[in-house]
Structure formats: structure tokens, C-alpha cells
């Protein structure tokens, strides 16, 4: 009974609440433009997750995305829920299965999908930038596009990424940055360039 309640019905609620947050915010949409028909490497901070899912299906409405996820009970959850709200998954993180997570979005991109990455994730420091990404948008000299989700109101949590769950009946502006590479750049060069992108629309700080 546990095991289906964890499975099953508390990410069938939660992705409720994710619907009704987004569904009682006035929303304001500023999109850079993007080719359609290349796929990109989707970035977002961890702690500004929870509203990416229904940012992206309004952005690339027939688009196909799979999120990487970790592989623990945590990582698990978070699947499921973005499984309800149109994302896919793939097993794997920095931490726990980051060889095959890191072959399975290669493959992804290169089938014409999208994939979507949180740098910080799953367990932080907060704002870093993990190798994984790097590697995947130079092997396959993807684009990245950064996230962002600005609500006027909102609770934080005091998790290492501060979480944000904005509140119901405010407004929550929608940001998907333009489109950048870092093909050719060194590890570093190119994660300073990311963290960069991530924060030009991120107030959350």
C-alpha cells in the first residue's frame, strides 16, 4: 500500500497542485526565438523546477522532452510527476548513473528530441554546474536554452536549493532565454557561460 501511494498517488497530486498553481497565476511569456526543428538542451536551477514542466509544453507545444533524473526515491517521484504534465524521463545524475544518463540524452538528441537538465542537480552545491551538461552540448554540439520562472509570490524551502513553490493567485512570468553554444569552450569557460545564461532572468538568488 505504501509502495502505491508513493508510486502512484502522491505524484498523480502533486502534479495536481503544479496544474492548479499554474492554472490560478496570470502568466506573462518572454521567449527568445528558436529553430523548431533542432532539438536543445533544456537548463533550469533545481530550485526553480517545479513550473519548468508546463513553461516548456507552452513554449514547444509539440515538442518531446526527457528530464534527467537521479536515480533514488526522490528522483523517482519527481519522474512520475513530470510524466503527468508531458515529460519524459532518464534515469541516471551526476551523483548516480551519470555514464548511462550521459549516453541515453546523447541518443535522445541525436533522435531529434529535446533534453532537459538541471546543472545544480540533484544534490547541488546550489548554482554550480555539474560536468554532465557540458559534455552533452559538446558531443553533440547542441544549443542550451535557459529556464526560468519568476513568481510575485511565493514559499521557499531551507533545502540546499532553496526551493520555490509560487503561490496561487499571483503572477508568475515565463522565460526562455536565447539559444547558446558551447562548442570549443573549456570546461570551465563553458560553465561559466551557463551559470551566466541561468541567471539573467533568475532573481531567485
Not at 142 to 157: D, T
Amino acid at each position: 500500500m505504501k509502495e502505491f501511494l508513493r508510486k502512484t498517488v502522491i505524484p498523480y497530486l502533486l502534479q495536481l497542485f503544479v496544474r492548479f498553481i499554474y492554472l490560478t497565476n496570470k502568466k506573462r511569456y518572454f521567449y527568445a526565438k528558436v529553430d523548431e526543428k533542432r532539438p536543445l538542451i533544456i537548463a533550469m536551477w533545481h530550485g526553480d523546477l517545479l513550473m519548468q514542466p508546463l513553461n516548456y509544453r507552452h513554449f514547444r507545444k509539440n515538442g518531446k522532452v526527457k528530464v534527467i533524473v537521479s536515480e533514488h526515491r526522490d528522483g523517482e517521484l519527481i519522474k512520475k510527476i513530470v510524466q503527468y504534465l508531458g515529460v519524459g524521463g532518464i534515469d541516471g545524475s551526476s551523483s548516480k548513473g551519470g555514464l548511462k544518463a550521459l549516453m541515453n540524452a546523447i541518443k535522445e538528441i541525436k533522435q531529434g528530441n529535446d533534453v532537459a537538465i538541471t546543472p545544480d542537480g540533484p544534490r547541488g552545491p546550489r548554482f554550480s554546474v555539474a560536468n554532465g551538461i557540458v559534455a552533452i552540448a559538446q558531443k553533440t554540439d547542441c544549443q542550451i536554452v535557459a529556464l526560468n520562472a519568476q513568481p510575485s509570490k511565493y514559499w521557499q524551502f531551507k533545502s540546499w536549493d532553496k526551493f520555490v513553490v509560487p503561490k496561487p493567485f499571483g503572477r508568475i512570468d515565463f522565460y526562455v532565454g536565447e539559444p547558446f553554444s558551447i562548442t570549443g569552450l573549456e570546461m570551465d569557460d563553458a560553465k561559466a557561460l551557463i551559470r551566466e545564461k541561468l541567471h539573467q532572468n533568475n532573481v531567485m538568488k
